[in-house]
T-cell receptor, first 111, second 114 residues
């Protein structure tokens, strides 16, 4: 999945802690997306961005915030982590009229 | 909201067998995508379908966009051990305010025995 880089790859948090997941793409893509993947549920869209400085809510946005200050970066924040947010988080990006390219994911556990 | 039902949920097959999986939607899509996810990695695009009735191949993989625009299937012929992984269908409606948002199926876990 060259081109979409997610950091960190793994993280363990305690309930109530905050953290930020970083997604970076070097393909000059307009659109970026954050998903979470849970067993048996496929990928569900958290938030997305259609360009620098713009963000919008997806299917499951509660408990998350995002920012797109630079075109190449899309940040996903958890202000007060909850055990229900234990998941694998994927970032994706795409140019206009082309399918999405995914990163390799961030595995997040909240105790 | 839109829902995609993907089946089967899992498959256990012998190397060399053919595989078929499908997705059905409660509403119409104008793009269907099939992704494969290997353990510890993100989904990788296999095939993209843009027209109702379209049949597209990529090596041993063949996918079709259903005429009703509410379904799609993926076939894998002569399976090999490296086909192991999770296969996802995804639907998309282009234009308007969709902004390329995808709706994913639940995934089909494929296991291939040598």
């Amino acid at each position: 999945n060259a081109g979409v880089t997610q950091t960190p790859k793994f993280r363990v948090l305690k309930t109530g802690q905050s953290m930020t997941l970083l997604c970076a793409q070097d393909m000059n893509h307009e659109y970026m997306y954050w998903y979470r993947q849970d067993p048996g549920m496929g990928l569900r869209l958290i938030h997305y961005s259609v360009g620098e400085g713009t963000t919008a809510k997806g299917e499951v946005p509660d408990g998350y915030n995002v920012s797109r200050l630079k075109k190449q970066n899309f940040l996903l924040g958890l202000e007060s982590a909850a055990p229900s947010q234990t998941s694998v988080y994927f970032c994706a990006s795409r140019p206009r009229d082309q399918p999405q390219h995914f990163g390799d994911g961030t595995r997040l556990s909240i105790l | 909201g839109q829902q995609l039902n993907q089946s089967p949920q899992s498959m256990f097959i012998q190397e060399g067998e053919d595989v078929s999986m499908n997705c059905t939607s409660s509403s119409i899509f104008n793009t269907w995508l099939w992704y494969k996810q290997d353990p510890g990695e993100g989904p990788v695009l296999l095939i993209a379908l843009y027209k109702a009735g379209e049949l597209t191949s990529n090596g041993r993989l063949t996918a079709q966009f259903g005429i009703t625009r509410k379904d799609s299937f993926l076939n894998i012929s002569a399976s090999i051990p490296s086909d192991v992984g999770i296969y996802f269908c995804a639907g998309h409606n282009a234009g308007g305010t969709s902004y390329g948002k995808l709706t994913f199926g639940q995934g089909t876990i494929l296991t291939v025995h040598p």
